[in-house]
């Protein structure tokens, strides 16, 4: 996708989620994350949106810490998402493509990183907000959901925080039955996942060709060169027969699967279940 196009679909999800919001309510639980309710979905999202936006708008190359959630509710939190969120696209949308700041994962650039990642951090919480309607969540596109698979599997995976572990080498293998991207997915006890997309040319993690190092006692973030290539892993991705569990369905179900939005059940799993729920139980994405 490209980052007009992730910038469109962070302002319409964006909108949607406000909508979905002023309806329900700010008292009315959130089924999608058990314990919210819609006042944390809103406190949540525009902590997050406006921290991001500090990122594009002012060029911060190491990591910022201190963002708090808004102590804000009814009809004045609302208004303080809302302008987040547009401050958040306005500024999107005005940076250069030359901008230069801290990425938290390899992307081709800061703008398309915070771009794509904005992207998906407003998607899965505006389902989280139509969740409190009685006509739950609305679809999401399939492109949009396997740009969000990817992103989750290659991106934050990849990372060595990543909690994802198993006692020895294991394989997921992730497929959409509606845009035909097939996701391969190397676990074991010692490295966080390393996916490659099949019919991609780049991965994400130890076979990447750039990675990004996180301190993690500061923060800060750097782009270093990677020795070894795609060609390392290419091959394995094709080879069916390969995998312990397979997890397939369309890209919008998938992709809120993984994002722990939906149960397992929502998809199609062959093979090891106990992968399922040890992705489920080890695979939560937290604000730090």
Same mark, same amino acid.
């Given at each position: 996708?490209?980052? #007009?196009?992730?910038?469109?679909?962070?302002?319409?999800?964006?909108?949607?989620?406000? %909508?979905?919001?002023?309806?329900? &309510?700010?008292?009315?639980?959130?089924?999608?994350?058990?314990?919210?309710?819609?006042?944390?979905?809103?406190?949540?999202?525009?902590?997050?949106?406006?921290?991001? @936006?500090?990122? *594009?708008?002012? &060029?911060? #190359?190491?990591?910022?810490?201190?963002?708090?959630?808004?102590?804000?509710?009814?009809?004045?939190?609302?208004?303080?998402?809302?302008?987040?969120? @547009?401050?958040?696209?306005?500024?999107?949308?005005?940076?250069? %493509?030359?901008?230069?700041?801290?990425?938290?994962?390899?992307?081709?650039?800061?703008?398309?990183?915070?771009?794509?990642?904005?992207?998906?951090?407003?998607?899965?919480?505006? *389902?989280?907000?139509?969740? @409190?309607?009685?006509?739950?969540?609305?679809?999401?596109?399939?492109?949009?959901?396997?740009? &969000?698979?990817?992103?989750?599997?290659?991106?934050?995976?990849?990372?060595?925080?990543?909690?994802?572990?198993?006692?020895?080498?294991?394989?997921?293998?992730?497929?959409?039955?509606? #845009?035909?991207?097939?996701?391969?997915?190397?676990?074991?006890?010692?490295?966080?996942?390393?996916?490659?997309?099949?019919?991609?040319?780049?991965?994400?993690?130890?076979?990447?060709?750039?990675?990004? *190092?996180?301190?993690?006692?500061?923060?800060?973030?750097?782009?270093?060169?990677?020795?070894?290539?795609?060609?390392?892993?290419? @091959?394995?991705?094709?080879?069916?027969?390969?995998?312990?569990?397979?997890?397939?369905?369309?890209?919008?179900?998938?992709?809120?699967?993984?994002?722990?939005?939906?149960? #397992?059940?929502? *998809?199609?799993?062959?093979?090891?279940?106990?992968?399922?729920?040890?992705?489920?139980?080890?695979?939560?994405?937290?604000?730090?």
């Amino acid at each position: 996708m490209k980052i #007009t196009e992730h910038i469109d679909v962070l302002e319409t999800a964006g909108r949607r989620l406000a %909508e979905a919001a002023a309806a329900a &309510g700010p008292d009315a639980e959130v089924p999608t994350c058990p314990g919210w309710r819609i006042r944390d979905v809103l406190r949540h999202t525009t902590m997050v949106h406006r921290w991001a @936006a500090s990122y *594009v708008a002012e &060029g911060h #190359t190491t990591y910022q810490r201190g963002a708090v959630e808004p102590a804000l509710d009814g009809d004045a939190l609302l208004a303080h998402y809302r302008e987040g969120h @547009a401050g958040l696209v306005a500024t999107l949308r005005a940076a250069p %493509e030359t901008l230069e700041c801290l990425m938290l994962f390899p992307a081709p650039s800061p703008l398309a990183f915070w771009a794509r990642r904005q992207a998906h951090e407003t998607t899965v919480h505006r *389902v989280d907000a139509e969740s @409190a309607l009685a006509t739950g969540p609305g679809p999401v596109d399939p492109t949009v959901a396997a740009d &969000g698979i990817d992103e989750l599997l290659r991106g934050f995976h990849g990372r060595d925080r990543s909690r994802v572990r198993t006692a020895g080498p294991r394989t997921m293998r992730v497929r959409t039955t509606d #845009t035909g991207d097939v996701w391969t997915v190397r676990l074991s006890a010692t490295e966080p996942p390393r996916a490659q997309r099949e019919g991609r040319s780049s991965v994400v993690g130890a076979d990447a060709a750039a990675e990004v *190092v996180i301190d993690t006692a500061s923060g800060a973030g750097s782009v270093a060169a990677s020795a070894s290539g795609p060609e390392s892993v290419a @091959a394995s991705a094709s080879s069916p027969g390969s995998a312990d569990i397979e997890m397939s369905g369309p890209a919008d179900r998938l992709y809120l699967t993984l994002w722990n939005r939906l149960p #397992t059940d929502a *998809v199609t799993v062959t093979g090891d279940e106990e992968l399922a729920r040890l992705w489920r139980e080890t695979s939560g994405i937290t604000w730090s």
